[in-house]
């Protein structure tokens, strides 16, 4: 916990300028022209999004549209002036800091904007862009700073397995932890494991997949990730459910995995790598697949086509992060090592209601995190949580799982049909 | 027939210089220092390769192998040299020409000589890389070229329906007419169509997609082609069959396309656009596609990385032609204008499966073709036909289906099970 504490202070940087919360009294004064003029513009870029924008002092350019989703309010000069300058920091932070409030349908909002929107630039993207990724230290700094929060504040709003990725809903009525299952199982099958192969993966998280690779198919599985406090759980869980001598937590890098493998899997990681290091993962990926049948699995947050990254999410969530279009992806990783693509699957409305039963629970959870981090690292996630969801409804987020293989392997099922039976 | 005969003409551009066919006696002098140091040349490139390559004079280098697959026989010295300059045209115009004769598994040996060696480089590749796809004037030559043979000759081994791309083999012991309305059918399927929507076919062959899409899902096609021989059978068949007020066939280049619609389809074109004109095929499809709902799929021969072309494909079967790696049709066609890759699938075994249907059939229909075209243009098409099979075979070839929508199309299913019931 003190681990997570000590984050907390680089985790929010303009603490000692925190000037109140959300629904103390407004410190500024009346609104001038100016303010007025600022508030004119912010109406004009969200022109077409039913929300109501009011200024600290009552102030409204316009009345409640007729279905308003929720009203915005701005509590001082401060944030009316950095939605202007980074509309996307400006309000991350301005929410964080209480600096300006969401009454109503805080998802409905950012689905909303993200639809109506494009891809948000600011004027620091262009230098944050090239930051992406790291070498090992940085990379560890990168997974440290998110993974790394206490794994008793991700149990109070994952499902029982911990898993932190996109479920399957195979059925429009399956709950979160079946739907995470299903995850698991769709994975294995798409990978066409057998028993007595030998998996990779790639940021392996609390070892979920790992462990059900193991226990349901019969592979043993060596699973690579930076995150100490991740490791020691999926260590402590293999030993206690007796899957120790199948399974293997290694705590390092990606780029330092050796060995070969039949399978090589990676749920969730390809987005903190970066672009610099897509050739390096390619390697990887070459390096230790079995030559003959080897095959691999890559599922990632995407886009359709490159977009500036969110610099509230780099700066509070996922430092370093980068989504890649389904191109980038093939040409950085698999097309240089001449890897053969042999399916592509597009999940994007699985993550909308993976992260509404996340975002439900924490909310069920919200007393407790207040508790234990204080109000404004529950605002962050709350923001981070709703504003994910909202890119899945809204379709400026998508996510791909890619199957591929060696370019000459044969062996693989002719028909998907046997993945849905 | 007489176009097809006039084609003939360009077709074989050596016609004047063919010196002898296959099984005449050869013309050479005896095999020189210089003609074993060429085949010594020679056998070093194919190592690896259980052929054995003999001379005119019966000269070999090397006894049979193990197991071969086949023995070629160069019948003089102009077939030796033309294979050391550029092994792609060296080998294709020799064996159509007759100045080579393969014995053995011809498929064989082509899928063995695929497997080994990489994409064939030539010294006038890079310069025909630019020459990729064409404007419309080059684009209708192009399609003449290929299409316009007479349907009388494809009609002696394409199935019933007159489907001259990939099948799709559901089940193991299906038949190519099986394979072929299971293709149209599921086409249909990943396009979620509905009774009463609007379909664009851009590069619609003998129309069989058109008519089937009209006759069992009740949508409405219009569906374009450049090849006048194939409008004019489509469009006989759509009044015969009594489809012609559903389905309208417009002899014209798909950047020509007008109007709108909910479905786009383009199955087998893309291999003929170019890359050059990627983009103008995205504009259209951006441009005609219904922007809330409008969906779509691209069905094409492509690679896992970018590959030089063969000469004697471009120069004797395809002119023009260009096979994308998956990354090049994201990046050339969708990516650009934002579409959102729902669903990749590639079906590679499916085409080897129905090139080894067609050249069955081509086999049988084989007296036939050369009593029409003559012996030369059925050794040319059995190239074709046998060396597609082998670039399938060995995996220099992929199919990819691409399924896209709108950035922001909810209305799809959310899992593909409904594909396979």
Known sequence: MLTA????????PSARSMAHDAGAAPAASRATWVDRWCLAALERAVAGVPVRLVLWDGTALTGPPAAPVATVRIHDRRALLALLWDADVGFGEGYTEGRLSVEGDLVGLLT?????????SSPSAARRERR???R???ARRNVHHHYDLGNDFFRLWLDDDMVYTCAYFASPDATLEQAQQAKLDYVARKLELRPGERVFEAGCGWGALALHLARHYGVTVRAWN???QQIHWARERARREGLADRVEFVEDDYRRISGTCDAFVSVGMLEHVGRRYYAALGEVIDRTLDRAHGRGLLHFIGRNAPARRSGWIDRHIFP?????SLREALEGVLEPRGFS?????????????TLACWLERFERA???VTGQFGERFTRTWRLYLAGAQAGFASGQLQLFQVTFARTQLDGLRWTRDALYR
């Open 136 to 138: 090992v230290a940085r």
């Open 132 to 134: 992406t990724g790291g």
């Open 341 to 353: 693509v042999v399916d592509v699957e597009n999940l994007r409305p699985h993550y909308a209601r």
């Open 366 to 368: 919200a007393a407790v």
């Open 226 to 228: 930076l995150s100490g």
């Open 5 to 12: 504490k000590r984050n907390l202070v680089r985790f929010l």
């Open 320 to 324: 370093g992060y980068y989504l890649p």
């Open 112 to 120: 909303e904007l993200s639809r109506r929107l494009p891809a948000v």
